[in-house]
């Protein structure tokens, strides 16, 4: 197996200010001293997660800089023990057990996507450890009660999260009235595409094609032709990592464009600098634009971002919903162990199961279904080569608005 250890930053700069403390002078510099506080995770380092895995570990080594600055928690430099997971939720289970029974790490952070975090909080909880996660998808499943979700999509996604795709389509130029469903079985993908079925039919809306394929297929073309031939105004494609690329590249052979296109959960930059994504449709819970970059840490953490994912070749150096949300978890775990003094798993989660934390998602809650707090998830669409939330209009810039092909 793959295994990285990430080095001990332990750089001078500023104290700790409050739960999330970004931005103070450095003339209150204070170098963290004493045996470093271990944090241990997974990450799909490879495999076919690996692409969106890759915002996550890039943003985990921003945090950690970044708190080593500011004098570390409790006074004491913060390490990142992260293994690969290979994209493999059975890998994922016993790297977790070697982290905390082994390596005997301080704390947990949670690995990317459903399968691998469900596999990391049967361990998390057979050690009763507080596991913080980014991208569980199905909060139902999160029925231990220490993990703690940075994947603000609230207590029933399969109804909110696609009533908010409809309501944009609803308000857009063209409402659809037809609609073709195709979907990964990638656990939480199916999930929310089952729900976006139950929505649309509520809606009044038609469904004109429905089919699935097995998480890891790489073969579209036979997909492309179905969408194709079913002629609808609009296609949900249930869609993670690079899955919606390579139907887009389907699509393109048999000279097909979607008239109206979502994806669920892709990898975000190579979606985005892709051609045939014009105008295709996704969900977010941040993005690189006002007003999201008001909130607590945001300003920082995207200028950071910005920059190291630039020299790291990375398609799209934005900030979005993938690292945002793994940014979030941070702030979280962060927020639990500076309130509590304490690097005790009970106290931390009785502490956030109690009180909200501040985060460049806003102020969030962990007392509803699996801790899950509010939906905050909002539309965005591929314009001109670029992300932009297009709804609800209170969260869009400069007043963009829903384009159709």
Do not use: C
Not at 146 to 165: K, L, Y
């Amino acid at each position: 197996m793959n295994t990285t250890n990430f080095s001990r930053r332990t750089a001078v700069a500023a104290t700790l200010l409050g739960l999330t403390g970004l931005g103070i002078s450095g003339a209150q510099a204070q170098t963290p001293t004493g045996a470093p506080i271990r944090v241990g995770s997974t990450l799909a380092l490879t495999g076919p997660l690996s692409a969106t895995a890759q915002i996550h570990k890039l943003a985990g080594e921003i945090y950690i800089e970044q708190v080593n600055k500011r004098g570390g928690w409790l006074g004491r430099p913060v390490v990142w023990e992260v293994k690969d997971d290979q994209s493999k939720p059975d890998l994922a289970r016993t790297l977790y057990e070697q982290l905390v029974t082994a390596d005997k790490v301080d704390l947990l952070m949670g690995p990317y996507a459903t399968g691998a975090i469900l596999s990391a909080i049967g361990v998390a909880q057979r050690y009763n450890k507080v596991l913080v996660q980014h991208t569980l998808g199905i909060p139902s499943l999160a029925k231990y009660d220490m993990t703690f979700p940075a994947w603000s999509i609230g207590s029933e996604p399969q109804t909110t999260v696609p009533n908010t795709v409809f309501d944009a389509l609803a308000a857009g130029p063209k409402p659809p009235k037809t609609v073709a469903v195709v979907t990964s079985k990638f656990p939480s993908i199916q999930f929310m595409s089952a729900g976006a079925r139950e929505v649309l039919k509520k809606r009044g809306l038609t469904e004109v094609l429905f089919l699935e394929w097995d998480f890891g297929n790489r073969d579209f073309g036979p997909i492309a032709n179905r969408v194709k031939d079913a002629k609808p105004d609009f296609v949900w494609v249930g869609a993670i990592g690079l899955e919606g690329n390579l139907l887009l590249d389907a699509m393109k052979k048999i000279d097909y464009v979607p008239p109206q296109h979502f994806y669920m959960y892709p990898a975000p930059g190579p979606l985005v600098s892709l051609p045939e994504a014009k105008n295709a449709l996704s969900v977010t819970i941040f993005e690189d634009q006002p007003p999201f970059t008001s909130n607590t840490g945001a300003a920082e953490f995207v200028k950071l971002y910005r920059e190291r994912a630039t020299k790291a070749g990375l398609t799209d150096p934005s900030v979005e919903t993938q690292a945002a949300a793994s940014y979030t978890a941070w702030q979280i775990l962060e927020a639990g162990v500076v309130a509590t003094k304490s690097i005790d798993d009970k106290k931390i989660g009785e502490w956030l199961k109690a009180n909200k934390v501040d985060t460049l998602q806003g102020k969030l809650r962990f007392n509803g279904t699996g801790n899950f707090g509010d939906d905050l998830m909002r539309v965005k669409q591929v314009q001109n080569g670029k992300w932009v939330v297009v709804w609800p209009k209170e969260v869009t810039s400069g007043g963009a608005k829903l384009l159709a092909q």
